[in-house]
Each structure stands twice: as C-alpha cells, then as structure tokens.
C-alpha cells in the first residue's frame, strides 16, 4: 500500500527506495511493538509519505474519481434497492459491498462497476442481518462511523432506506485528516450524505483509519455514548473499538472480507459481507 501510494505523487526511484527504507525503520515493522494496531501503524507510514510527498492528502484525486465513480451508479442502484422484495437487505450488502474500495488494493482499479454483479454471490450470514434489523427497530437514532470514498455513496443508500422504512435520524461520522482514501466531511457533502443524514467530523487530529474514542471530540464522544446503535464501517473502525467494553452490546461492524486474517477472524469466505455484533 505505502508503496503505491507513495508512486502516486513521486516518479523518483531513488526517492521512493529512501521513502521504503524509512519505513521499514519503524519499530512494529521490525517486531519490536507488538502492542499496536494497524491503523496506528498506517499513521506512522502516513507521516512519512506526508514527509516525502509534500503533500497533506496525497490521494486526493484519487479520492475525488473514487466519489464521482459511485455517484454515476446512484440512480441504477437505487432503482435495484426499490424494486427489491428486501430493501434492507439489498442496501445493507451494498453499503458493505462499497467497502471494496479501499486504498490497501488498487485505488482506481477496483471495477466499482462490477458491484452489482457480485451482489447476488456474494456472503452474508442471514442471521446477523436480522439481528441488525431488530437493533434498527428499537432506536430512534444511530450514530454511523464512515470509512472510504466512494464507500460512502453506497452509505448514503443504506440510510436513505432506513429512513425510507424507520423513524431513525442518522449521525454520521468522518474523519478529520487526510489519510488513505478514507471520507472526510467535504467528500460526505460532495456525495450527499447531508440530505439524509447529519454529518460532523471525528474531531481526531492525526491522520488515523480508524477512531479511538479517547481521541475523538468530547460532542463525537458524547453523542456515542449516549447512543444505543453504533454502526461501524471497514477493518481500520473495526481494529480500534472491537476491544473497547464501552462499547460492547451497542455497537455492530460492517466490513468486507478482503484479507484472509479478517476472513479466518469472523470465520468468512474469501470476500464475504461481515456483520459483526460486539
């Protein structure tokens, strides 16, 4: 990932081997901190391609493209959702199905495209889902914590229909700075995501894909704890509240199985739609 991000906004060899030496410097990538999660790890890389970039937000382009990709699916996509004898179901598999769209593979060479064809195969366990739906029926509000470009216009199907069927009012979280391709508040509001949801930034500071609560802004924080339904998007969310007790009986991940040590965790096929109640 560091390496094709990096090759993004730099063509020197000599610059990116310099780039690729100081990164593998750091003491998780050397075994000597085991007690770290990934997203804390891609902090570390991120600062470094900050460094030799230049640039605050490396992928924006990327990003952007991502967004105007999905958004040319919208209108076909939504008409699929409303024709569907299961609309939940049939917007749940997609929004999980946009988290696909993930800079850890290839940025603009994921096929966005090819995600209707993929949905009728793809995995889910039936059972979650419906605990999903009974936690959506009993809350009048839910807090969702975002995750990538492009992603996030198959969130905003995924609320539009909640809201169409559930009287729900939706808060949905970004993050603050630039790292990956992951959403903040600009590409929330490119997209759309204000006409069915509020939206508001994690209020971290540092270029971090994932949320720790302890980091968050005190209103972020504040609005979860209050909150009976957190639903959390992609593997970054899941790594750094999975573990966090405040959490525990309130909060359910969606994520897609694109590694196989989240498939074997979640005991998933290859590329299945995970829906993990904590």
């Known amino acids: 990932m560091s390496l094709d ?4 906004s730099i063509d020197d060899e000599t610059q990116i081997k310099r780039f690729l030496t100081e990164v593998l410097k750091l003491k998780p990538l050397r075994g000597e901190n085991y007690f770290i999660t990934s997203p ?3 902090r570390e890389v991120w600062f470094k391609i ?4 230049g640039l605050e937000d490396p992928l924006k382009s990327q990003k952007e493209e991502q ?4 958004l040319k699916l919208y209108s076909e996509v939504k008409g699929l959702i409303q024709r569907s004898n ?8 997609l929004s999980i199905l946009g988290n696909s769209l993930d800079s850890m593979g290839d940025i603009l060479g994921f096929p966005i495209e090819e995600m209707l064809k993929w949905l009728n195969g793809s ?3 039936l059972k979650a889902v419906e605990e999903l739906r009974r936690k959506i029926g009993e809350v009048r509000k839910i807090i969702f914590l975002g995750d990538n470009c492009g992603e996030i216009v198959f969130d905003k199907l995924f609320i539009e229909t909640l809201r169409n069927l559930y009287e729900v009012e939706v808060v949905y979280i970004t993050r603050t700075i630039p790292v990956l391709n992951d959403a903040l508040l600009k590409d929330a509001f490119f997209v759309g995501l204000d ?3 509020t939206i508001m930034e994690n209020g971290i500071d540092e270029p971090l894909p994932g949320t720790f609560l302890s980091m968050a802004s005190e209103e972020v924080r504040d609005l979860v704890n209050d909150s009976s339904l957190v639903i959390s998007k992609g593997l970054g969310n899941f790594d750094t509240l999975s573990e966090d007790e405040t959490l525990r009986g309130k909060i359910s ?6 590694c196989y040590p989240s498939c074997t965790a979640h005991q998933v096929p290859f590329g299945g739609l995970i829906i993990h109640h904590f």
């Open 67 to 70: 967004n105007r990709r999905a």
């Open 40 to 42: 804390e790890i891609t």
């Open 5 to 8: 991000v990096i090759r993004t």
């Open 50 to 53: 900050r460094e030799f970039s």
């Open 86 to 93: 299961d609309p939940v179901l049939e917007s749940l598999k």
């Open 253 to 258: 991940f969606l994520l897609r199985g694109k």
């Open 195 to 197: 006409e069915v949801a």
């Open 123 to 125: 995995w889910i366990d």
